[in-house]
C-alpha cells in the first residue's frame, strides 16, 4: 500500500491542526512528568523566595503595607562592604567555622576508628556517641547554659573544684565564649562526622587491609598511609556537610550567648537574623544572606573540587 | 528627671484654667446635660460587672469565635491560663493562648502585620520592641470604648495608673489609644535578710564604714558598690558565711543591661535623649543621643566599677539567669524586676525563699531611679471586625478590676488604682503575709513619678538603639573599651541610626 503524498500546504494543515503546547513539555519524557511536581514545588518554596531575596537586597524593603520599599540600588551592598561590624562577624565566623569544623572533624575520625575497633557492644556505642545529634540545636543550647551556669552549673563547679576559671564567667568573659559555644557544637555534630566515617570506613576494601598486615604494617601506620587517604573522600563529605551547618545554625549560640560578651560570639548568622528580625531590615539582611549564600557556595566548590581531584575528576 | 516632669506636666496642664479649658468645661457640662439620660445608662454599665452587662459580654456566645492570645512568657500571662476559662464562659469566646519569649513574640507579629493575615488577635504590645516600631498597625481601642454595643470599660480609662497608661497604651499620637495596660514589671533591689538583717555583720559593717547598710534609697551606688565590696571581703576571709558574692547584675550582652545600666544612669541624672516625650508618649524625634552627657558618663564609670565587684557570671545573666543564682543563693543584693519576687519565695525553685525583701534602688544626684517595664494588651488592626471585637472583649475582662485582683495572687501586677484600694486587697498587704502582695507597697512606691524610671524609648529605631546601648555597654564591662569610649561610640552609632543630625541642619 502507497503512501499518499501531501503536499507543503496539506502538511501546513495537519501541524496547524495540532494542540498549542509548550514546547518544553512536549519533549518531557514519562520521567519528566513524573519529576515535574517536585520541580514545581521546589520552585515554589524555594527558587521563587530566593528570587525575592535577591530583588530585595536592592531595596530598604518596608515588610508593612503601609510603608513602602524605596528602591537603593546596590546601597545595600555598599553598606555591607563599608560595616565595619560585619567584617567583624565575619572576623569572628571564620574563628568559629575554623575551629569547630577542625575539632569535629579529629574527634570524629578518632571516635569512628575507636568505635571500628571495639570489639564488644560496637552498635549500642555508636548509638549512645551519636545521640546528642538528635536533641535539637536549641535544646543543647539551652543544656549547656544549664550546666554552664555561673551559681549552680556542673561543669563551672568541677571547673572550679580543680581550681580553673575561678572568678571567671565562661559564658560571659569573652576569652572562654568562644571557645565554650565552638564546644557546644562540637558535642552535638561530631556524631554527624562518626556516622559519616564509620559508613566509609565499613566500605573500606578489606583486602587492602590485610595485604598491609601481611606486609607488616603496625596499626598507627595503617590508619596514616591506608585507612585516611582511602578515607578523605567521605571526610570530605563530612566537611562539606558541616561546613554548610556551621554558617547557617545558630540556635544554641542565640540561646547561650546572643551575641556576646562584646560581639566575641556574634557570627554572620546571628547579626543577619538580628537585620532581619528585629531590626525589620530586611533589605539589608537580603544582602547579607547572599553574601553567606556565596560564601557558603565557594566553601562547597572549594571542597568538591578538592574531592573531585582526588577522584581523579577535577571540578567535579 | 525630665520624662518625671514631663508626666507631672500632664498633670499640671490638667489643672490650669486657661480660657480654652474653661470653653471647654463649658461646653462639657452643657453637653452632659444634653446626654444625661445616656450618660445614665452608660454609668450602669460603668459598674463594669459582667452580670451587669450580661448582653453585650454574651454576644458572641454560640458563635464559635476564636481568637488568638500572644504574649511573652511573663507572671501575668501563666495566671490568665488557669482564669481564661472563665471569659470563654461569660462570651462563649475561645481564646487560644500562646506564651514565647519576647524576641519571638516580636517576629511573629511582625510577620503576622506584613501579611495582614490578622491571626494574632490580642498581642502583646511591648511598647518599645512592638508598639514603637509597628504602631501603625493596631485598632485604636476607643472604637471599642465609645461602642455602646460593647461592655463598658469597668470605671474608665481613669482608674489605670497614668505612668502604666501613657507608657503602655500610646505611641506619639494622644488621641490614639492602642493598648490597654497589662502588666507592668518594674526594677525593685532584692536582697536577702539572712544576710543583711544578720546584727553581727551589720554592726560590723556599721563599724568599719559608719553607715547603715540596708539596701534602699538610703544609700548611694557608690555605697552600694562599697557595701558589695566589703561582702566580698567578708566572704573570702570566712567572717560571712554565707557563700556568696556581694552583688549580681543582669549584664549580658543583651536588653537586660541596658536596663541594669538605665537605673544607675537616671539616678545620675543621665538619659539617653534629650527630648522628654521619647520614653513616655512616644516621638518620631528623639534628638540626638545623649550619653555623652557628662552625667551619662559619670554613670558609665560608677556601672563599670559596680560590676568589679558583682558576681563574675552577672557578665552571662539576663533577667532569668540573675534570678536563677539570686534563688540558688549566691547572691546578696540585686536590681531585678519585681515580678521574681514570686520565684524567689517558691520553695520549690528558691534556696532563699522567706529570706528576701524589696526595697527602692540606690539613689543618685538625681535621687532613686526604678525602671518600668510595663505592657499592654493591643488590638491586631488585621483581624475582622467580628474577631477585633471579640479580641476586644478579652482586653476589657483581662484588665478588669476583678481579673486582675485574681491575678494578684499568682504574680501579677494590677495596674488599676481601683484594685489597690480594694479593701480585701489592702487587707492582704496590711497582713503581709503573700510575699508577692509583700512587694506591691514599694512597687507603688516606686511609680511615684520621683522615683519611676522611664529610659526606654518608644521610638521607631528602639531596637536598634538598644543594640548599640548594650552592645557599648558590654564592651565597656569586658575591658575592650573605657567608658569614655563606649559613650562616645555608643553616641555615634545611636545618631547614624537616627540621622542625626538631620541633612541640611
Redesign the interface.
Same mark, same amino acid.
Request: without cysteine; negative net charge; proline residues 9%.
Given at each position: 500500500m502507497s503512501t499518499p503524498v501531501q503536499t507543503p500546504t496539506q502538511q501546513l494543515q495537519v501541524v496547524t491542526a495540532q494542540p498549542k503546547r509548550i514546547p518544553i513539555l512536549g519533549r518531557l519524557s514519562p520521567e519528566g512528568w513524573m519529576v515535574l511536581p517536585t520541580v514545581l514545588v521546589l520552585l515554589a518554596v524555594s527558587i521563587y523566595p530566593f528570587l525575592y531575596m535577591i530583588r530585595m537586597s536592592f531595596f530598604e524593603y518596608s515588610?508593612?503595607?503601609?510603608?513602602p520599599s524605596k528602591f537603593v540600588g546596590l546601597g545595600n551592598w555598599v553598606q555591607m562592604l563599608q560595616d565595619q561590624a560585619i567584617w567583624a562577624s565575619w572576623l569572628t565566623t571564620a574563628w568559629y567555622f575554623g575551629a569547630a569544623l577542625t575539632l569535629q572533624l579529629v574527634l570524629g575520625v578518632a571516635i569512628a576508628l575507636l568505635i571500628e575497633h571495639t570489639p564488644y557492644f560496637r552498635d549500642a556505642l555508636a548509638t549512645i556517641l551519636l545521640s546528642p545529634m538528635f536533641v535539637a540545636p536549641v535544646l543543647v543550647g539551652l543544656l549547656w547554659r544549664f550546666l554552664l551556669?555561673?551559681?549552680?552549673g556542673v561543669y563551672t563547679y568541677f571547673l572550679h573544684e580543680i581550681g580553673l576559671l575561678n572568678?571567671?564567667?565562661?559564658? &560571659?568573659?569573652?576569652r572562654t565564649?568562644m571557645p565554650a559555644v565552638v564546644l557546644m557544637d562540637t558535642w552535638e555534630w561530631t556524631p554527624l562526622v562518626v556516622i559519616v566515617v564509620l559508613s566509609g570506613l565499613r566500605a573500606l576494601p578489606h583486602d587492602v587491609l590485610e595485604a598491609s598486615v601481611v606486609d607488616g604494617s603496625s596499626y598507627w601506620q595503617q590508619v596514616r598511609y591506608i585507612t585516611l587517604p582511602m578515607l578523605r573522600p567521605v571526610i570530605l563529605v563530612a566537611a562539606l556537610i558541616r561546613s554548610m551547618d556551621l554558617l547557617r545554625y545558630i540556635d544554641h549560640l542565640m540561646v547561650t550567648?546572643? &551575641? &556576646?560578651?562584646?560581639?566575641?560570639t556574634k557570627i554572620i548568622g546571628i547579626r543577619i537574623f538580628?537585620e532581619a528580625?528585629?531590626?525589620?531590615r530586611l533589605g539589608y539582611a537580603s544582602a547579607l544572606g547572599l553574601a553567606m549564600i556565596v560564601v557558603t557556595i565557594f566553601l562547597g566548590r572549594l571542597f568538591v573540587n578538592v574531592l573531585g581531584e582526588e577522584q581523579g575528576a577535577p571540578g567535579a | 528627671m525630665r520624662k518625671n516632669e514631663t508626666i507631672e506636666k500632664f498633670g499640671g496642664t490638667e489643672r490650669r484654667l486657661t480660657r480654652r479649658t474653661a470653653l471647654k468645661t463649658g461646653a462639657a457640662i452643657a453637653a452632659a446635660f444634653a446626654v444625661a439620660p445616656a450618660l445614665g445608662a452608660r454609668a450602669a454599665q460603668d459598674a463594669g460587672t459582667p452580670a451587669a452587662d450580661a448582653e453585650t459580654w454574651g454576644q458572641y456566645k454560640d458563635k464559635g469565635i476564636q481568637i488568638n492570645f500572644l504574649s511573652e512568657d511573663t507572671p501575668p500571662t501563666a495566671a490568665m491560663i488557669n482564669h481564661v476559662g472563665e471569659f470563654e464562659e461569660l462570651t462563649g469566646i475561645t481564646v487560644n493562648i500562646t506564651q514565647t519569649g519576647l524576641?519571638d513574640v516580636?517576629?511573629k507579629v /511582625? /510577620?503576622d502585620?506584613?501579611s495582614?493575615a490578622g491571626d494574632i488577635d490580642v498581642i502583646y504590645a511591648d511598647p518599645m520592641q512592638i508598639m514603637a516600631? /509597628?504602631y501603625?498597625?493596631f485598632t485604636d481601642l476607643r472604637t471599642f470604648i465609645d461602642d455602646p454595643t460593647l461592655p463598658a470599660l469597668p470605671n474608665g480609662l481613669d482608674d489605670f495608673d497614668k505612668m502604666n497608661l501613657i507608657g503602655s497604651g500610646y505611641m506619639i499620637d494622644r488621641e490614639k489609644l492602642l493598648a490597654i495596660p497589662y502588666d507592668a514589671p518594674t526594677m525593685l533591689l532584692a536582697y536577702r535578710t539572712d544576710i543583711f538583717e544578720n546584727a553581727t555583720y551589720k554592726d560590723l559593717f556599721q563599724q568599719e564604714k559608719g553607715y547603715d547598710w540596708t539596701p534602699g534609697p538610703n544609700i548611694t551606688w557608690e555605697q552600694y558598690r562599697e557595701i558589695a565590696e566589703w561582702i566580698n571581703g567578708k566572704v573570702a576571709d570566712g567572717t560571712i558565711a554565707e557563700k556568696v558574692a556581694g552583688t549580681g547584675h543582669q549584664?549580658?550582652?543583651?536588653d537586660s543591661l541596658m536596663c541594669d545600666f538605665s537605673n544607675v544612669m537616671l539616678a545620675e541624672g543621665g538619659n539617653y535623649f534629650d527630648n522628654p516625650d521619647y520614653a513616655t508618649w512616644g516621638t518620631a524625634t528623639p534628638g540626638g543621643c545623649a550619653l555623652g552627657s557628662p552625667e551619662a558618663l559619670a554613670a558609665a564609670k560608677l556601672y563599670d566599677s559596680i560590676l568589679k565587684q558583682a558576681?563574675?557570671?552577672?557578665?552571662?545573666?539576663d533577667w532569668n #539567669?540573675l534570678a536563677?543564682?539570686f534563688s540558688?543563693g #549566691?547572691?546578696a543584693m540585686a536590681p531585678e524586676w519585681h515580678e521574681y519576687a514570686s520565684m524567689f519565695e517558691d520553695e520549690n525553685l528558691s534556696t532563699v525563699a522567706g529570706h528576701v525583701k524589696w526595697a527602692l534602688l540606690p539613689k543618685g544626684p538625681n535621687g532613686t531611679k526604678n525602671l518600668w517595664g510595663g505592657t499592654g494588651l493591643a488590638v491586631n488592626s488585621y483581624g475582622t471586625e467580628e474577631r477585633q471585637r471579640a479580641a476586644w472583649l478579652f482586653i476589657n475582662w483581662a484588665t478588669s478590676p476583678e481579673t486582675q485582683k485574681k491575678l494578684l495572687l499568682e504574680g501579677s501586677t494590677p495596674t488599676r488604682t481601683s484594685v489597690y484600694q480594694d479593701a480585701e486587697v489592702q487587707q492582704w498587704i496590711a497582713d503581709n503575709k503573700d510575699p508577692l502582695v509583700a512587694v506591691l507597697p514599694t512597687v507603688l512606691d516606686a511609680w511615684k513619678p520621683e522615683n519611676i524610671g522611664l529610659a526606654q524609648g518608644k521610638i521607631v529605631t528602639w531596637?536598634?538603639v538598644d543594640?548599640a546601648i548594650f552592645?557599648d555597654l558590654?564592651?565597656m /564591662?569586658?575591658g575592650?573599651k573605657t567608658p569614655e569610649q563606649a559613650m562616645t561610640d555608643a553616641v555615634s552609632t545611636i545618631d547614624k541610626i537616627n540621622n542625626w543630625p538631620p541633612a541640611g541642619a
Open positions: 515588610p508593612l503595607p503601609q510603608v551556669h555561673d551559681s549552680y572568678n571567671v564567667s565562661i559564658l &560571659g568573659d569573652p565564649a550567648t546572643a &551575641g &556576646g560578651p562584646a560581639d566575641s538580628e528580625f528585629r531590626f525589620f | 524576641a516580636v517576629t /511582625l /510577620l502585620f506584613a495582614q516600631p /509597628l501603625g498597625n549584664a549580658k550582652q543583651y558576681a563574675p557570671g552577672s557578665l552571662s545573666w #539567669g536563677e543564682a540558688a #549566691g547572691i531596637v536598634q543594640e552592645t558590654s564592651k /564591662l569586658t575592650s
